[in-house]
């Protein structure tokens, strides 16, 4: 009994589609079908796309420093930072999903949530293709206008939610048992700030800072939040 409840717990989304589908085809049979067929088709789709996705994004995590990322799509990059990230999602191709692994990768490498929705947004609604196709079916006009209040609408979208969130709150970070140990983001940049503050907590390896588990953290409270302070992409949790 425990174990169901636990994977009902751990697959809330899973199990809440397959009662979908149960009630579905409970109440229409053909609806259900459809609504099967529809999946099935999305999941191939997605089968055949995020394989290719997931290749790119490990190779931009490798070859791509995270200076450059912060550079271009850090909280400083200003004006700069706003147009490309506008560029990528609007030459971007495939579907939304396909954005999600690549936006995230930047986010850990420290992009700022601003720069994220507007890549994920403009990647949704404003991409060159769907431009030329609504321009065939809609006309010149009314394109450029829904073009002109679409990225309004995305830049101050972008801008309320990164007065809102908190990059604690979107990545998903592994705390640790208790709040008097420190624990580095994957958006450090290794500069070694934390490390001439308090070298005895804080070391660099492999170009990252890491935390050194032997010492006596209630010993160096002030330090650790003087690093905390300090450091320039706040990694240090």
Excluded: H
């Excluded at 850990?108 to 507007?118: L, R």
């Amino acid at each position: 009994m425990n174990s169901i409840k636990k994977f009902i717990k751990n697959n809330k989304i899973l199990v809440l589609s397959l009662l979908g589908y149960i009630i579905l085809f409970t109440y229409n049979k053909s609806l259900g079908i459809k609504a099967v067929k529809d999946s099935t088709y999305y999941f191939i789709e997605m089968i055949e796309i995020l394989p290719a996705v997931f290749v790119l994004t490990s190779l931009i995590q490798t070859w791509i420093p995270t200076e450059l990322i912060i550079k271009n799509f850090g909280n400083g990059s200003g004006l700069k930072g706003t147009i490309i990230s506008f560029t990528i999602g609007s030459l971007s191709a495939g579907p939304i999903y396909a954005a999600f692994p690549v936006c995230r990768m930047l986010l850990n490498k420290g992009a700022s949530i601003k720069n994220i929705i507007i890549i994920l947004s403009s990647w949704a609604v404003i991409k060159v293709p769907m431009l030329i196709n609504e321009i065939k079916f809609m006309g010149t006009k009314y394109m450029i206008v829904r073009w002109i209040f679409t990225i309004a609408a995305i830049i101050g979208m972008a801008y309320l939610m990164d007065k809102l969130l908190k990059k604690e709150d979107v990545i998903a970070v592994e705390l640790k048992e208790t709040s008097d140990i420190p624990s580095i983001s994957p958006i450090c940049v290794g500069c070694g700030v934390c490390t001439k503050i308090c070298p005895a907590v804080f070391q660099i390896k492999d170009r990252k800072a890491i935390v050194n588990q032997e010492c006596n953290f209630n010993e160096w409270k002030k330090e650790i939040e003087e690093a905390k302070n300090t450091c320039p992409v706040n990694a240090i949790i």
